[in-house]
């Protein structure tokens, strides 16, 4: 057994990012910017008056000072003429400084009858005037590869007149549940059958991490069967089986994907839930073998998958997201797996996180994990702790599940 650190190294060390593509800004949110984006143009274009008011001379507002006002800049139709002694145009938020003016009078500090203004405040030189590059100016870096683009970014894009951005194609995953016993949900129970939930959480994962789920069909305990369904993943950029990935008589995935020209990495990893895990090729394929149960197998999606697929995508590495909590009860001493507990999360009396284990930790119990909040990891052979003590968590709600 392998410890859990280096698998993911391991997995991670093999894969590159999905090659790029071109979309609109319209379909970019979400998506990882593959190529750096810099300014094509300078932002504001030219100085710009940030309030309504009236453009002037400096010098010429002074308290009590009375100017003729020559003309009006509403924004996106500017003053053609030059502001002289005396003089004001009347502007507003966003309107271009016309020539000779270097100061806004506020319309609140202004006393306006006809084509006079009254100055109430006295003004100062450059306040209230959005002087031109104040954001970005041509040529001037954005956005850098390996952004996941948010909102923010569109618009900074969209500023910068990029109506297009190359992104990482999102990666495509098929995942396959292998099993004699497996159902599809709302099909008739055969005698010993199960219902089949890991291909539906899984493909739930592979969205929220920001890929495309292809569900196979389900595969039977044939390795005939297992071989025809692993075929249809060609053009995948990965494939995820569930089940079959331990040594039991019926687990047939390596010996089923063998002939097809698979090759194995690695296979138990030192941890629960989730001890039994391949890792390895078809052919071109990257394969990554869940375990059968469903808490081991999404257990095992956010600790492999979720990480595997931000490489594919083009995301920058980065470690998982483990937040310090206290602990909620007491937990007895762990043996030489890495162990991953469900938990709820509160607040203690001094607001910190505060995790409570599930007294049940059963990898078959699924009820249990959609009502908790956290992984609490514990490291091979912790000591027992008490209820207050330190521990690290891993936030469900970070990757979906």
Same mark, same amino acid.
């Given at each position: 057994?392998?410890?859990?650190?280096?698998?993911?190294?391991?997995?991670?060390?093999?894969?590159?990012?999905?090659?790029?593509?071109?979309?609109?800004?319209?379909?970019?949110?979400?998506?990882?910017?593959?190529? $750096?984006?810099?300014?094509?143009?300078?932002?504001?274009?030219?100085?710009?008056?940030?309030?309504?008011?009236?453009?002037?001379?400096?010098?010429?507002?002074?308290?009590?000072?009375?100017?003729?006002?020559?003309?009006?800049?509403?924004?996106?139709?500017?003053?053609?003429?030059?502001?002289?002694?005396?003089?004001?145009?009347?502007?507003?938020?966003?309107?271009?400084?016309?020539?000779?003016?270097?100061?806004?009078?506020?319309?609140?500090?202004?006393?306006?009858?006809?084509?006079?203004?009254?100055?109430?405040?006295?003004?100062?030189?450059?306040?209230?005037?959005?002087?031109? %590059?104040?954001?970005?100016?041509?040529?001037?870096?954005?956005?850098?590869?390996?952004?996941?683009?948010?909102?923010?970014?569109?618009?900074?894009?969209?500023?910068?007149?990029?109506?297009?951005?190359?992104?990482?194609?999102?990666?495509?995953?098929?995942?396959?549940?292998?099993?004699?016993?497996?159902?599809?949900?709302?099909? $008739?129970?055969?005698? %010993?059958?199960?219902?089949?939930?890991?291909?539906?959480?899984?493909?739930?994962?592979?969205?929220?991490?920001?890929?495309?789920?292809?569900?196979?069909?389900? &595969?039977?305990?044939?390795?005939?069967?297992?071989?025809?369904?692993?075929?249809?993943?060609?053009?995948?950029?990965?494939?995820?089986?569930?089940?079959?990935?331990?040594?039991?008589?019926?687990?047939?995935?390596?010996?089923?994907?063998?002939?097809?020209?698979?090759?194995?990495?690695?296979?138990?990893?030192?941890?629960?839930?989730?001890?039994?895990?391949?890792?390895?090729?078809?052919?071109?394929?990257?394969?990554?073998?869940?375990?059968?149960?469903?808490?081991?197998?999404? *257990?095992?999606?956010?600790?492999?998958?979720?990480? &595997?697929?931000?490489?594919? &995508?083009?995301?920058?590495?980065?470690?998982?997201?483990?937040?310090?909590?206290?602990?909620?009860?007491?937990?007895?001493?762990?043996?030489?797996?890495?162990?991953?507990?469900?938990?709820?999360?509160?607040?203690?009396?001094?607001?910190?996180?505060? *995790?409570?284990?599930?007294?049940?930790?059963?990898?078959?119990?699924?009820?249990?994990?959609?009502?908790?909040?956290?992984?609490?990891?514990?490291?091979?052979?912790?000591?027992?702790?008490?209820?207050?003590?330190?521990?690290?968590?891993?936030?469900?709600?970070?990757?979906?599940?």
């Amino acid at each position: 057994m392998i410890p859990v650190e280096e698998a993911r190294a391991r997995i991670l060390d093999v894969l590159v990012p999905t090659g790029a593509e071109t979309v609109p800004l319209a379909e970019a949110w979400g998506r990882i910017l593959a190529a $750096p984006v810099s300014a094509r143009l300078t932002q504001p274009p030219a100085d710009l008056s940030a309030m309504d008011g009236y453009a002037l001379r400096a010098v010429d507002g002074v308290l009590g000072a009375v100017l003729t006002v020559i003309g009006s800049a509403p924004a996106g139709h500017p003053f053609t003429g030059s502001i002289g002694p005396g003089q004001a145009v009347r502007i507003f938020t966003g309107g271009l400084l016309p020539d000779g003016a270097d100061a806004i009078l506020l319309q609140e500090d202004a006393t306006a009858e006809g084509d006079r203004v009254t100055v109430n405040e006295t003004v100062q030189a450059g306040r209230w005037i959005r002087r031109r %590059g104040l954001d970005f100016t041509a040529g001037d870096p954005l956005l850098e590869p390996g952004r996941t683009l948010t909102a923010r970014d569109i618009g900074l894009a969209a500023a910068g007149n990029h109506p297009w951005l190359s992104v990482h194609r999102r990666p495509r995953i098929a995942i396959l549940a292998t099993g004699d016993e497996i159902v599809l949900p709302g099909e $008739p129970l055969p005698p %010993g059958g199960i219902v089949s939930s890991n291909a539906h959480a899984l493909s739930a994962l592979v969205r929220a991490a920001g890929a495309d789920p292809m569900v196979l069909p389900i &595969a039977g305990d044939s390795e005939d069967a297992i071989a025809q369904a692993a075929a249809a993943a060609r053009g995948a950029d990965l494939l995820v089986t569930t089940g079959g990935a331990s040594v039991g008589e019926h687990d047939l995935v390596q010996q089923a994907l063998g002939p097809q020209g698979f090759s194995l990495d690695f296979w138990k990893i030192a941890m629960r839930p989730g001890k039994p895990l391949i890792w390895g090729r078809l052919g071109q394929t990257p394969l990554l073998g869940l375990p059968g149960n469903p808490v081991s197998a999404l *257990v095992c999606g956010v600790l492999f998958l979720c990480p &595997a697929i931000a490489r594919l &995508a083009g995301r920058p590495p980065a470690p998982p997201p483990f937040q310090p909590a206290v602990l909620g009860a007491d937990l007895p001493a762990n043996d030489r797996r890495e162990d991953y507990l469900r938990a709820t999360i509160g607040r203690d009396a001094g607001g910190r996180l505060l *995790v409570t284990p599930a007294p049940r930790q059963d990898s078959s119990m699924l009820r249990i994990l959609a009502g908790s909040d956290a992984l609490l990891r514990r490291a091979p052979l912790a000591p027992a702790l008490a209820a207050g003590e330190m521990v690290e968590v891993l936030l469900l709600r970070d990757f979906g599940v």
